[in-house]
């Protein structure tokens, strides 16, 4: 999964990449404007660290995020080929937002997130409107030499796309079959990835109860819940202060607040939910393993993301959920009791699952 991190300048989305990733990075801002950086995020995940205390494997690994952290947005930052070219490769966008009051960090106007979401919506559905603008004046040229169904299905759907588009309505918002997806896919249309709205908070005495209530509070419900969309809350400067502790300290520290876990936790999370993702885990005496599959993938599909040839060679998975096989000790006395069970080709993959692969390669 690779998320692209979007906003309009110092909004902390590059501080937030510097979190989330641990990347080391100037600064004094980047020596190319439009180079994009890109890091790799761990996944916190506290059952995998359950699994691998009852196994003690030689090695555990964790699910990672992969992020792209690019220039600031703006119409003419959108038309720079590099910087288009990172966007659309990406497979949701987590658009930060601006809610904290800061003298030493500039800000031009008042702070306002509503604003600042409809600003940057707006130039993403404007690079695509020219887009799909492009594509069908192409589309057109053709149905004049040859008619043809898929044209004629394209153009509808481009249509349909364009009108959604002019009323500054997003294409992720716009309902579309699995055929008309895969039309349309290879154009990677901006306003068509899932966002996640991510409000960068300042500190204060009642932090706990100010992240819980902001999305609220800056006016974020309504398109939080729009299709393709969601909002979490984040104090940057909190979450950069916990980069810098180990687990005890950053848990007091949180405790203090009183939070239970970090507002990258939650963020994280909360893209996995927006993208349909879940963690299924391996686990043994070499290694436990977390894997992310879509959901409602079915247990070949999880086999292959471990190795193709699991996929190909396919026979059963022992499976068994993480809290049933923690309760039992160990996968025999699990199966003694019943909760490890053998599921067949169709078994749709549970979030939580640990499975064993039995496969005739």
């Known amino acids: 999964m690779k998320t692209g991190i979007i906003g309009l300048p110092q909004v902390g989305k590059t501080s937030l990449f510097k979190i989330l990733t641990r990347a080391h990075i100037e600064e004094h801002g980047r020596s190319n404007p439009r ?21 003690s494997p030689k090695k555990t690994t964790f699910a990672t995020v992969e992020y792209v952290d690019v220039a600031a947005i703006g ?51 404007v690079s695509d409107l020219g887009q799909v603008e492009k594509r069908l ?36 918002e716009l309902e579309i079959t699995g055929e008309e997806k895969k039309l349309i896919k290879g154009f990677m249309f901006l306003s068509q990835k899932p966002v996640l709205y991510v409000l960068n908070i300042g500190e204060s005495t009642t932090l706990g109860a100010d992240l819980e209530s902001a999305v609220s509070r800056f006016g974020l419900n309504e398109v939080a819940h729009r299709p393709n969309a969601a909002a979490t809350v984040i104090c940057g400067k909190v979450e950069a202060e916990l980069a810098e502790m180990d687990d005890a300290e950053a848990a007091d520290f949180l405790e203090s607040y009183g939070l239970r876990e970090s507002g990258l936790v939650r963020l994280i ?39 193709t040839d699991l996929e190909h060679h396919f026979i059963r998975a022992e499976t068994i959920r993480w809290d049933n096989l923690l309760a039992a000790g160990s996968e025999a006395a699990a199966r003694a009791k019943g909760t490890l069970r053998l599921e067949g080709k169709d078994y749709v993959v549970q979030d939580g699952d640990v499975l064993h692969i039995r496969h005739s390669g």
């Open 35 to 55: 180079e994009a950086h890109i890091g790799v995020a761990r996944v916190p995940d506290e059952r995998l660290e359950k699994l691998s205390a009852l196994y």
């Open 137 to 172: 004046e192409r589309v057109e040229k053709d149905l004049k030499k040859a008619r043809t169904g898929e044209l004629e299905r394209e153009q509808e759907l481009l249509l349909r796309s364009k009108e959604a588009l002019e009323k500054e309505r997003p294409l992720r």
């Open 75 to 125: 119409q003419e930052a959108l038309k720079e080929t590099a910087l288009l070219a990172n966007l659309r490769q990406v497979d949701a966008l987590i658009h930060v937002l601006r809610a904290f009051e800061d003298e030493s960090i500039p800000h031009v106007g008042p702070i306002d997130p509503m604003c600042d979401v409809k600003n940057v919506e707006f130039d993403l559905m």
């Open 269 to 307: 999370r909360k893209s996995y939910e927006l993208l349909g993702l879940i963690s299924f885990f391996t686990a043994g005496e070499d290694e436990c393993r977390a894997w992310t599959v879509p959901l409602g993938s079915k247990a070949p599909q999880a086999a292959g993301v471990i190795h």
